[in-house]
């Protein structure tokens, strides 16, 4: 019920960046945790699932939380620096694809590898062909194959980091 009427609110929620010019920085993360229909926040809630039965270390309720509030932030900031033409944003999978990438960067076995070159491949295909077939057509809008970028490149300097911090 409560997601229905946020949904309501998506306009409001969603991240627009002539707003962040006028200093409505907290567009910079409600945008991401916003969708544009029900498949499209069931598409990132099956996503959100399969990572986290992959990748354990980011079951911990401290940690998800926090990486999200960071990939959303950082995600923002690229939308809004390096991508100026892209005028609005929302959904998850971002987010998603950069905590794959930190689950792959924390795990670093064959596992770990592997996710990390079907990244590569899945994100290097939107951003050269387009949107994975039947995507757009289940959410609804236009896939923002720049915020998937973002989330990975960003999932890649955070996971190192933690990888760093946890070797201290």
């Not at 929302?90 to 792959?104: C, E, K, N, T, Y």
């Amino acid at each position: 019920m409560a997601l229905q009427l946020v949904h309501i609110y998506e306009y409001d929620l969603r991240y627009i960046a002539s707003d962040i010019d006028k200093g409505v920085l907290w567009r910079l993360f409600s945008g991401h945790f916003i969708h544009s229909n029900w498949w499209h926040l069931a598409l990132n809630a099956a996503g959100l699932v399969v990572c986290l039965s992959i990748f354990r270390d980011l079951e911990n309720p401290a940690l998800l939380p926090v990486l999200s509030l960071i990939l959303a932030f950082l995600i923002s900031a690229g939308l809004y620096y390096f991508y100026p033409y892209i005028t609005w944003y929302l959904g998850f999978s971002g987010v998603l694809h950069g905590l794959f990438v930190i689950g792959a960067i924390l795990e670093l076995g064959l596992l770990g590898w592997a996710i990390l070159l079907m990244m590569t491949v899945k994100v290097g295909w939107e951003i050269t062909v387009g949107p994975i077939p039947g995507t757009e057509s289940i959410t609804g809008i236009h896939t923002i194959a720049e915020a998937h970028l973002l989330g990975a490149a960003s999932g890649l300097v955070v996971g190192w980091i933690i990888r760093a911090i946890k070797k201290i």
